[in-house]
């Protein structure tokens, strides 16, 4: 029932163009605490947003935006 | 052929006072010199780092927007691997190139966006979510796809 809820993709329901690597708000609501980035299957994320939100974490990972592993992990 | 650019650059946040400026003046020059143009500087300062890059817990963050050729490129490149004043820089080319933007950068402000709530008002989400925030709790409740066994051990009880 959970899965039927959250089927739609919220960066094309605000018809987002691009996901800017830079907005760390955003991006990290689509990463566990670990570190992780939250699967398709759980976000409702479309593919096409989907590829374009894991470009954006990798890129803020590299730049020590965001985590590639949580600090009590490491 | 011109194309979009945009570099990060993230020096010692520990360079005495003016050096971290002059520093982006210069990387700025290194652009124009090569036939590049400079659209945009944007500065966001100290910041606290997700992790630590060679000891350091925060460094002074920096994005110019540029638009130009290779030559241009891979000039900054090689000066930020030579520079020990940069902790790291990454070069990347924007998809699509950059729209003339309304809005400078939606960053500090995190966005409220109340549509987050109204879009999914699912309780599943809504706890998975707070679990991720208060960022103390084990990371199980986020792996766990089956809700269907959570409902049944909660009928048990």
Known sequence: MNRSRVKVCRFCEEKTSRIEYKEVRLLQRFVTERGKIIPRRMSGTCARHQRALTRSIKRARQIALLPFASESIR | ?157
């Open chain 2, 1 to 157: 052929m011109a194309v979009d650019y945009e570099i990060a650059i993230l020096l010692n946040s520990q360079l005495p006072e003016g050096q971290a400026e002059e520093a982006i003046e210069r990387y700025q020059k290194v652009i124009t010199d090569h036939g590049a143009e400079v659209l945009k500087v944007d500065r966001w300062g100290v910041r606290k780092l997700a992790y630590n890059i060679q000891k350091q817990q925060q460094a002074d963050y920096t994005f110019v927007q540029f638009s130009g050729d290779k030559e241009a490129v891979n000039e900054l490149d090689r000066l930020c691997k030579l520079d020990e004043s940069v902790l790291r820089h990454m070069i990347i080319r924007p998809e699509g190139g950059f729209e003339p933007e309304p809005e400078p950068e939606p960053e500090p402000e995190p966005e409220p966006e109340p549509e987050e709530e109204s879009a999914e008002p699912t309780e599943e989400v809504a706890e998975g979510e707070d679990a991720e925030e208060t960022d103390d709790t084990d990371d199980g409740a986020v792996d766990e796809p089956e809700e269907d066994d959570a409902e049944s051990e909660e009928d048990v009880e």
